[in-house]
Nanobody, 125 residues
């Protein structure tokens, strides 16, 4: 499932951004979609995920209460609404999906089959 991420940018601390991840060719139906991020010099880390079958969502502790992941089957798009942004949220954000993700692996980037290109998010203090 080719993925296209967009919506990154420069924002001041406390501000908001909404990232989008559009799937082309196929739908997110029955897939798990996730957002990961990678800051310079750091490993890629899990941010949030959603299971389209059932709508369950999962978050990293560092973003819980500030970020919201959602999906729109009709538009084949996954969103990441990011509020109360902090400078430490600065990173390249990647979307990913997998058709057969198991719950115990949902936070593991290596278990996702499809990836989009990254979109830069920069939060200034």
């Amino acid at each position: 499932v080719p993925l296209q991420a967009s919506g990154g940018g420069l924002v001041q601390a406390g501000g908001s951004l909404r990232l989008s991840c559009a799937a082309s060719g196929r739908t997110f139906s029955r897939q798990t979609a996730g957002w990961f991020r990678q800051a310079p010099g750091k490993e890629r880390e899990f941010v949030a995920a959603i299971r389209f079958s059932g709508g369950s969502t999962y978050y990293a502790d560092s973003v819980k209460g500030r970020f919201t992941i959602s999906g729109d089957n009709a538009k084949n798009t996954v969103y990441l609404q990011m509020n109360s942004l902090k400078p430490e949220d600065t990173a390249v954000y990647y979307c990913a999906s997998d058709p057969s993700m198991i719950l115990s692996s949902i936070r593991m980037s290596r278990m996702y089959k499809y990836w989009g290109q990254g979109t830069q998010v920069t939060v200034s203090s």
